[in-house]
């Protein structure tokens, strides 16, 4: 006997602005199971989430959500699911219980029924401690889990997540997905999750592939990995940075990508060593096969339908590297309180001209903070922080003339076009006449923009919105750039772009500091460090970071792995104190 559908779709069209983004897609969604929706940027993964939960109607075509007709029967479908939007409505001033209690009532949970589930649910998010807490001064991870809570007050026979791990540390992903499994496996409930993180779609046990509004696959993981067999390799050149690697092998190449000690590549078909050693700057080196990933097939693709070119920053500051042997940031002893909260508490490090250099810690860790601080927005309480050799403390307005900054949140004016950002940034940075003319034309051609020069930039995918916000921050020309979090969100394509221009920026000079979560990405910083509780809990180039991890069981960790062991021995030599 057929198992019924939990969630089916059938020709599903949906437009917005004369743009077509859903164009007659149908899939079928066994129940018991998590389904994975994954796509890039505008692929129209959220607007089908919104179609399923009835809040959207549908152009033409039908949806049907646990037998029940999602556009006709709203309310009836809404009473039975759970929908966990990407920004999803907590009340910052509320307590972790009361924002319990308003979604309790909102979702007409009986008043008998509501205690044991608060406990349960706070069992389930490790939560139990921090009711009392308000619901502003939790960790990110902490919010996306009480958010989840919510979400389940009334426990849903389908749960829809709409990228409900960005912006989260490494454990608390790993926590998320504890429960998501808990959920399936224990009270089998049906779950629906679109994700950035590719890693995340070899945990689903089907997933749903969208380009463009239009479903390029359906199935099990194995179905997009298993025929890349044969053209996926590990490459390693010696006395030579693996970004730079890299770069040399995009455009010839489908995907070339730093990935622990080596470069993975994906070729265009089934490859031999000997001509893989024809590619450039591979005469000599240490090539081997490596098995297939759920992200190789996906760029494979991708990359036949969106074209990523090389990347070079022209018309950026030479700047010599080799004459400048003072580093560029010089932090002793920073400090940074709130109140009681020591947001940042003794921390001291620096960087070098033309050094990436990583910031990497769980929600709360105080990277945020930091970067503020050496930017000239926020003044330290103590210590000493000297950026492209100006004191902060003294000349911090003439410190920033020289640094790019590029916030967490996309420092961008929603309201203003692609053109009047890029305007006001120029003009924010002193820039004036042919000077800003010739930057603005720059901008627009680097990056790829002159399409959406007259778009509003909240009107903007985020891949988009990650371009213009790195142009404005590069308006300038600077030799020192801050990016927080940049790629928080972001698909695979638009991360591999955005890395490809930063390593361009390092072969120029430019000095980058960058915050994290992916922790594939780490892997392309000269130096990293770790932090928890506002405190560095190791500084290091990242494989001698990983070397810090191996145990026999696990003799090559990953960068998560190294992470999550670093921040769980901090947690554990504070609890025992």
Same mark, same amino acid.
């Given at each position: ?11 599903? !069209? ?19 199971? =998590? ?20 809040? %959207? ?6 949806? *049907? ?30 307590? !972790? ?26 069992? $389930?998010? +490790? ?12 960790? +990110?991870? &902490? ?34 997905? !504890? ?37 390029? $696959? ?33 455009? *010839? ?8 000690? *080596? ?18 700057? %591979? ?17 494979? &693709? ?18 010599? !590297? ?6 560029? =940031? ?33 929600? +709360? ?90 778009? %509003?930039?909240?009107? $903007? ?13 590069? $308006? *300038? ?36 500091? =960058? ?63």
């Amino acid at each position: 006997m057929e198992t019924l559908a939990i969630l089916q779709a059938a020709d599903l !069209v949906k437009t917005f602005a004369g743009r077509r983004v859903l164009d007659g897609v149908s899939f079928t969604i066994r129940p018991g199971v =998590i389904t994975g929706l994954i796509g890039p940027d505008g692929a129209g993964k959220t607007t089908l989430m919104r179609l399923a939960a009835g809040l %959207l109607v549908a152009d033409s075509g039908s949806i *049907h959500a646990l037998g029940r007709d999602s556009t006709l029967d709203s309310l009836s479908v809404q009473a039975l699911m759970g929908y966990m939007p990407q920004r999803f409505g907590l009340y910052e001033d509320l307590s !972790v219980q009361e924002n319990l209690q308003l979604y309790a009532d909102l979702q007409g949970v009986p008043e008998p029924e509501r205690a044991g589930r608060y406990q349960e649910l706070m069992h $389930m998010t +490790g939560l139990a401690a921090f009711t009392g807490r308000l619901a502003g001064r939790l960790s +990110g991870g &902490m919010k996306q889990k009480l958010g989840l809570a919510c979400t389940l007050v009334r426990a849903p026979e389908l749960l829809l997540l709409d990228e409900p791990t960005v912006g989260v540390d490494p454990v608390s992903r790993r926590e998320l997905w !504890v429960i998501i499994n808990r959920l399936v496996q224990e009270q089998g409930m049906s779950v629906l999750i679109s994700t950035a993180y590719l890693d995340e779609a070899e945990r689903c046990q089907e997933v749903i592939l969208m380009h463009e509004g239009k479903i390029l $696959m359906q199935g099990a993981p194995d179905r997009l990995s298993a025929p890349m067999t044969g053209r996926t390799w590990a490459v390693t050149v010696l006395d030579k940075k693996l970004r730079d690697v890299q770069a040399e092998l995009t455009g *010839h190449v489908v995907d070339a990508l730093v990935q622990g000690d *080596h470069v993975r590549l994906v070729t265009a078909k089934n490859s031999t060593v000997e001509a893989l050693r024809a590619l450039p700057g %591979l005469e000599s080196a240490q090539i081997k096969a490596v098995a297939p990933r759920f992200e190789d097939g996906f760029i494979d &693709m991708l990359r036949a339908k969106s074209s990523l070119r090389r990347t070079r920053l022209t018309d950026m500051p030479a700047l010599n !590297v080799a004459a400048d042997s003072l580093p560029v =940031i010089q932090v002793e002893q920073l400090k940074r309180s709130f109140g009681s909260f020591r947001a940042v508490d003794g921390i001291s490090f620096q960087v070098k001209r033309g050094e990436i250099f990583g910031l990497l810690g769980a929600n +709360g860790a105080g990277k945020s903070t930091t970067f503020r601080m050496l930017c000239g927005l926020l003044p330290a309480s103590s210590g000493s922080l000297r950026v492209a050799g100006l004191d902060l403390r003294v000349a911090a307005s003439t410190a920033r003339s020289r640094i790019g900054y590029m916030s967490q949140k996309f420092s961008l004016y929603g309201s203003l076009s692609v053109t009047q950002n890029l305007e006001f940034f120029a003009s924010a940075y002193g820039l004036s006449g042919q000077a800003r003319k010739r930057r603005l034309i720059w901008a627009l051609d680097e990056f790829e923009l002159e399409k959406q020069a007259d778009q %509003l930039s909240s009107d $903007m995918s985020l891949g988009y919105k990650q371009r213009l916000a790195m142009a404005c921050a590069l $308006m *300038h020309q600077p030799e020192i750039l801050f990016l927080d979090e940049p790629t928080s969100g972001v698909d695979p394509l638009a991360r591999r772009e955005f890395w490809q221009r930063i390593s361009a920026l390092a072969r120029s000079g430019v000095t980058v500091l =960058i915050t994290t979560h992916f922790m594939e990405e780490a892997e392309y910083c000269d130096r990293l460090a770790i932090m928890a509780a506002g405190r560095i809990l190791a500084m290091d180039e990242p494989a001698a970071i990983k070397a810090r991890a191996q145990t026999l069981e696990n003799p090559e960790p990953s960068m998560e792995d190294a992470f999550i062991c670093l921040v769980q021995q901090a947690t554990q030599m504070k609890d025992s104190t």
